[in-house]
């Protein structure tokens, strides 16, 4: 029988940064880089993004969804602290209703330098808010057979999530324009299939040994086995605007996986 999983929970939410008075992006992860090009300490542990006005941050690993609610929400308030310390605001929407991809700095890290190399225009573009839970699952077979499963509920999730109806001052007629943009990168958007463990693993091997990707983490599909913790990360849906449609929506994806495993 397949052992239980542990479905303990964890969120990461990419965030904007923004002029309280313009309303336009602002930079401001480029004020915690230090000269050795690393994040300088601060209270949580701040994520750089392709973009200088957007900020990642992900809670502590969670057992119950209580416990992920208070951590989301002293996750956002810290965010929230820091940013009018400098005299800017945080907002969490999958993208921006009017600031232009075009005018944003890139952050001065060569991992970010390499995705731009790599992607061009289609990363520069890429100004958009994602959130993605992680729903613990020791089990690798499981893991995989989960991620065939939830492939149809995806765009499920998606719906519930949408937070992305405007782009460069217009409104796109879409709740999710984030995820029509996501689409032009490569290796994105609902999984393919993958049989067994064996599978994935040959398809990370082939294309980590033909020199297409590092490793795992480029797979960028909107449900993964993560390459490094032992979950599967639900990446479909766009960061929701009140904490608890997030952990609403994290719980469901919870409850999923508990059924799953039940059947």
């Given at each position: 029988?397949?052992?239980?999983?542990?479905?303990?929970?964890?969120i990461?939410?990419?965030?904007?940064?923004?002029?309280p008075?313009?309303?336009?992006?602002?930079?401001?992860?480029t004020?915690?880089?230090?000269?050795?090009?690393?994040?300088?300490?601060?209270?949580?542990?701040l994520?750089?993004?392709?973009?200088?006005?957007?900020?990642?941050?992900?809670?502590?690993?969670?057992?119950?969804v209580?416990?992920?609610?208070?951590?989301?929400?002293?996750?956002?308030?810290?965010?929230?602290n820091?940013?009018?310390q400098?005299?800017?605001?945080?907002v969490?929407?999958?993208?921006?209703?009017f600031?232009?991809?075009?005018?944003?700095?890139?952050?001065?890290l060569?991992?970010?330098q390499?995705?731009?190399?790599?992607?061009?225009?289609?990363?520069?573009?890429?100004?958009?808010?994602?959130?993605?839970?992680?729903?613990?699952?020791?089990?690798?077979?499981?893991?995989?057979?989960?991620?065939?499963?939830?492939?149809?509920?995806?765009?499920?999730?998606?719906?519930?999530?949408?937070?992305?109806?405007?782009?460069l001052?217009r409104k796109?007629?879409?709740?999710?324009?984030?995820?029509?943009?996501?689409e032009?990168?490569p290796r994105?958007?609902v999984?393919?299939?993958?049989?067994?463990v064996?599978?994935?693993d040959?398809?990370?091997?082939?294309?980590?040994?033909?020199?297409?990707?590092?490793?795992?983490s480029?797979?960028?599909?909107d449900?993964?086995?993560?390459?490094?913790?032992?979950?599967?990360?639900?990446?479909a849906?766009?960061?929701?605007?009140?904490?608890?449609?997030?952990?609403?929506?994290?719980?469901?994806?919870?409850?999923?996986?508990?059924?799953?495993?039940?059947?």
């Amino acid at each position: 029988m397949i052992p239980r999983p542990s479905l303990s929970l964890g969120i990461e939410e990419e965030y904007q940064i923004i002029d309280p008075e313009t309303r336009e992006m602002r930079s401001f992860i480029t004020q915690f880089i230090g000269d050795d090009g690393k994040v300088i300490m601060v209270e949580r542990d701040l994520k750089p993004e392709l973009h200088q006005s957007m900020v990642e941050l992900g809670t502590p690993v969670c057992p119950t969804v209580d416990d992920l609610k208070n951590e989301l929400i002293q996750q956002r308030s810290f965010l929230i602290n820091l940013a009018e310390q400098k005299g800017l605001r945080v907002v969490a929407a999958a993208t921006h209703p009017f600031s232009r991809w075009l005018d944003q700095p890139v952050t001065p890290l060569p991992r970010y330098q390499g995705v731009l190399d790599d992607m061009q225009m289609l990363a520069q573009r890429l100004l958009i808010f994602g959130m993605h839970v992680h729903v613990g699952i020791e089990d690798r077979a499981f893991a995989v057979d989960c991620m065939n499963v939830v492939r149809y509920m995806l765009p499920h999730l998606l719906a519930l999530s949408t937070s992305s109806p405007f782009w460069l001052g217009r409104k796109t007629g879409l709740k999710s324009y984030r995820a029509l943009i996501f689409e032009d990168f490569p290796r994105s958007g609902v999984p393919e299939l993958c049989r067994s463990v064996s599978d994935w693993d040959n398809l990370i091997n082939t294309l980590v040994n033909t020199g297409c990707v590092p490793d795992g983490s480029k797979i960028w599909w909107d449900a993964r086995p993560h390459h490094k913790y032992p979950t599967l990360e639900f990446r479909a849906c766009d960061i929701c605007t009140r904490v608890d449609e997030a952990i609403a929506l994290a719980a469901l994806m919870q409850a999923i996986v508990l059924w799953l495993w039940k059947m």
